[in-house]
C-alpha cells in the first residue's frame, strides 16, 4: 500500500508507545459532516464523530486499519448507529451528574440525555436530580476525595429490554437506599456498590440490590445473567454478530482465554466436543456458572486464574482453537508464552488495533492470517474491534 513502510523497529517502538489508535485516527478534509443528534456534543467527551455521516466514520476506521496491517480489511458496520451502548457510567461529582468533557478529566458535563446509551438515560436524569435534592445527597469530589455518591451506573439489556441502575458511594452511609426505594418501579435491578478506595472507577463491593442483583440478556436462545461489577461488551448488537463468527469458527476443543462471564463459551459451547475457558476476576467466574447452569451448558469448564499463571507451567497446549479476547493493553506478559506454545490456531479479539498489530508482527513468524474483519463496536467514536483468525504455518 502507497506510502507506507514496511513494519520495522521503529514502527514498533510508535505502537509501544501510542499504544491507542484513537490518537491516530484524523477526519479526512473531504468527509460528509451533518449536524450532531445530541445537544452535549463538541463540549461531552462522550463521542467524536456525531458530526461525521456513519458512511464516512466506517470509511475513516477501514482506511486507519488498512494502513496499519498493510491489508485489505473488511469493516462490519453497527446495525445501530446510536442508542447501541448497553452500559453507561455516569459520574456525580460537583453537583453535576454526566460524562466529563472533552480533554479534561477535571470537569464534568451535566448530562440532560445521551445518544449513545438509550432513551431511559433522558427519561431518568431529571428524576435522580429530584431524588438526590429531595434526599440530600451529596456528590463525590474526586479531585479532594470527598463526598458520597461517586457514580450512577445505567445498563440495558437491549434484546430483553430489561433495566439496571447501580449508585456506587464513598461509605456506607444507606443514605442512598432512600432513593433506591422510590425508583423499585422503574428498573428492574437496583444495586448500591461501595467504593471507599481513591481508585476513580465504577466498580464497588455490592452492599444492598433492589428487585434483583442482576438484568438477563439474550443472545439468540442463550440467556446472560449481568451483575453490577460483569464485564459485557458494550454493544450487544455487535457483540451478537462478533459471537456468531466465532461460532462459525470454532470448533472441536476450544480454549477460552479472557472469558469474562462465559459469554462466548456459552454460546458457542453446543457447536464444540469441550470448552476450557480462563479468566481471573472472581465475580466474572460465579456469573459464568450461572450462565452455564441457566443455558444447561456442561462441556464448558471455568477456571478462575490470571492467563500468564495459566500458561507459564504448561508444555503444550492441545486445543483445536484457542480465544483471546485480552483487555486494551493486549497480552502483554502472556504474549511470550501464547508463543512459546503456539496452538494450532488462534481466534484473537482485539479492542485495541494498535497494540495487536504490535503483538501480530510477532505472530506472523509463525501464523498466517486466514480471516481479519473490523466490526464497528463503537459508533460515533474512534474505537474498533477487530477479529482476526491466525493459523499456524
Ligand atoms: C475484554 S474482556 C473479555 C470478556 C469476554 N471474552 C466477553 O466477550 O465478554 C477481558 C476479560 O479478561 C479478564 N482478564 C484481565 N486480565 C486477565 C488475566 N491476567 N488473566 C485472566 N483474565 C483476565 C477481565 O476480567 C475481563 O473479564
Not at 86 to 103: D, P, T, W
Amino acid at each position: 500500500m502507497k506510502g507506507i513502510k514496511r513494519m520495522n523497529y521503529f514502527n514498533l517502538i510508535y505502537t509501544s508507545f501510542y499504544s491507542d489508535y484513537m490518537l491516530a485516527l484524523k477526519v479526512p478534509e473531504d468527509a460528509c459532516k451533518r449536524e450532531a443528534k445530541c445537544k452535549h456534543f463538541g463540549i461531552c467527551g462522550g463521542c467524536s464523530y456525531q458530526h461525521i455521516c456513519y458512511k464516512d466514520q466506517l470509511r475513516m476506521k477501514k482506511e486507519f486499519l488498512e494502513k496499519l496491517f498493510e491489508r485489505e480489511i473488511k469493516i462490519i458496520p453497527s446495525p445501530k448507529e446510536f442508542f447501541y451502548r448497553n452500559k453507561i457510567e455516569l459520574v456525580y461529582a460537583f453537583n453535576k451528574l454526566g460524562l466529563r468533557e472533552k480533554g479534561t478529566y477535571k470537569r464534568v458535563v451535566n448530562l440532560k440525555e445521551c445518544c449513545l446509551h438509550s432513551e431511559k438515560v433522558k427519561e431518568i436524569l431529571p428524576e435522580l436530580h429530584e431524588l438526590f435534592k429531595e434526599h440530600g445527597i451529596e456528590s463525590y469530589d474526586y479531585l479532594r476525595h470527598e463526598g458520597y455518591l461517586r457514580y450512577v451506573v445505567l445498563r440495558h439489556a437491549k434484546f430483553s429490554n430489561q433495566h439496571m441502575v447501580t449508585f456506587v458511594t464513598a461509605n456506607e452511609a444507606p443514605i442512598i437506599s432512600k432513593v433506591a426505594e422510590s425508583l423499585k418501579e422503574h428498573f428492574d435491578s437496583i444495586v448500591w456498590s461501595i467504593n471507599s478506595s481513591k481508585a476513580d472507577t465504577s466498580f464497588g463491593a455490592v452492599q444492598q440490590f433492589w428487585n434483583s442483583a442482576h438484568i438477563e440478556e439474550r443472545f439468540e436462545d442463550i440467556k446472560f445473567k449481568i451483575g453490577a461489577n460483569t464485564f459485557f461488551q458494550n454493544n450487544s448488537y455487535v457483540a451478537l454478530q462478533i459471537y456468531r463468527k466465532i461460532k462459525e469458527r470454532a470448533f472441536g476443543k476450544v480454549l477460552d482465554l479472557y472469558a469474562g462471564c462465559a459469554t462466548i463459551s456459552a454460546f458457542i459451547a453446543d457447536n464444540c466436543d469441550s470448552v476450557e475457558a480462563v479468566e481471573i476476576n472472581s465475580e466474572a467466574i460465579d456469573y459464568g456458572h450461572t450462565n452455564l447452569h441457566i443455558n444447561d451448558i456442561t462441556n464448558v469448564e471455568l477456571l478462575q486464574q490470571d492467563v500468564y499463571a495459566y500458561l507459564k507451567n504448561k508444555q503444550s497446549l492441545d486445543f483445536d482453537y484457542v480465544i483471546l479476547d485480552p483487555p486494551r493493553a493486549g497480552l502483554e506478559r502472556a504474549f511470550k508464552h501464547v508463543l512459546r506454545l503456539k496452538p494450532k490456531s488462534i481466534i484473537y479479539l482485539s479492542c485495541n488495533p494498535v497494540v495487536f498489530r504490535r503483538e501480530l508482527f510477532f505472530f506472523k513468524k509463525f501464523y498466517k492470517v486466514s480471516e481479519m474483519l473490523a466490526y464497528d463496536m463503537f459508533p460515533q467514536t474512534p474505537h474498533i474491534e477487530l477479529l482476526c483468525v491466525l493459523e499456524r504455518k
